[in-house]
């Protein structure tokens, strides 16, 4: 079956770092992987998704993820943090099962940005 | 163009009581999966509807049905209430794709159930 872990459950980053948050998988066959960013109080936001065409993907915020097979990674980058940033982030993985498909998700990483 | 939506926002309610909250998918799609997410924790699948059957069930027990009316939106019932029910309950819709491949599930706001 299909999992992701997420390293670190919390992630704390100054404004204007880089923020890094860590994702691996486990698949059987080549994955779905989605990285989902959830504000207080509100319901999940795509924020990019690798669907097996390039392995450097690029969302929205200024968020990018790259795939790396080798070391079953998705890991999520942002070269700037800004204070906006600070949510809880899911890394997913898609389990396809007689043609549906569900969703996957790890424990999740909650990222504060420091002023 | 609307979102997915949900509803009520927030619930309370006591054990043993019965729950049932609705969704509307996002215009066009027609696939609607359910997730329970308690505190602190990341989504768990409940099931998932398509064509008004459900066409997948996660490690949910019995207590937890649904239901896909033609217009494709979508109740979850919950029976017997538990104070472990306690949580964010998220609807997600999505477009099966013709050709395979994964289809992106696009979530609504959530409905906070409280079971005291």
């Known amino acids: 079956a299909q999992s992701v872990t997420q390293l670190g459950s919390h992630v704390s980053v100054s404004e204007g770092a880089l923020v890094l948050l860590r994702c691996n998988y486990s698949?059987?066959?080549?994955?779905?992987l989605f990285w989902y960013v959830q504000y207080p109080n509100q319901g999940l936001q795509l924020l990019l998704k690798?669907?097996?065409?390039?392995?450097l993907v690029k969302g929205i915020n200024g968020f990018e993820a790259e795939f790396k097979k080798s070391e079953t990674s998705f890991h999520l980058t942002k070269p700037s943090a800004h204070m906006s940033d600070a949510a809880e982030y899911f890394c997913?993985?898609?389990?396809?099962?007689?043609?549906?498909?569900?969703?996957?998700f790890g424990q999740g990483t909650r990222l504060t940005i420091n002023p | 163009d609307a979102g997915v939506t949900q509803s009520p926002t927030h619930l309370i309610k006591t054990r043993g009581q019965q729950v049932t909250l609705r969704c509307s998918p996002k215009?066009?799609?027609?696939?609607v999966s359910w997730y329970q997410q308690a505190l602190g924790q990341g989504p768990q699948f409940i099931f998932q509807?398509?064509?008004?059957?459900?066409?997948q069930r996660g490690n949910f027990p019995d207590r937890f049905s649904g239901h896909q009316f033609p217009n494709y939106s979508s109740e979850l019932n919950v029976n017997a209430l538990l104070l472990g029910d306690s949580a964010l309950y998220l609807c997600?819709?999505?477009?099966?794709?013709?050709?395979?491949?994964?289809?992106?599930?696009?979530f609504g706001p959530g409905t906070r159930l409280t079971v005291l």
């Open positions: 997600a819709s999505s477009l099966v794709l013709a050709g395979g491949g994964a289809d992106t599930q696009y």
């Open positions: 698949s059987s066959v080549p994955p779905y």
């Open positions: 690798y669907t097996s065409a390039a392995t």
């Open positions: 509807y398509y064509e008004e059957e459900e066409r």
């Open positions: 997913a993985v898609s389990d396809i099962v007689r043609g549906a498909q569900k969703l996957v």
């Open positions: 215009s066009g799609h027609d696939t």
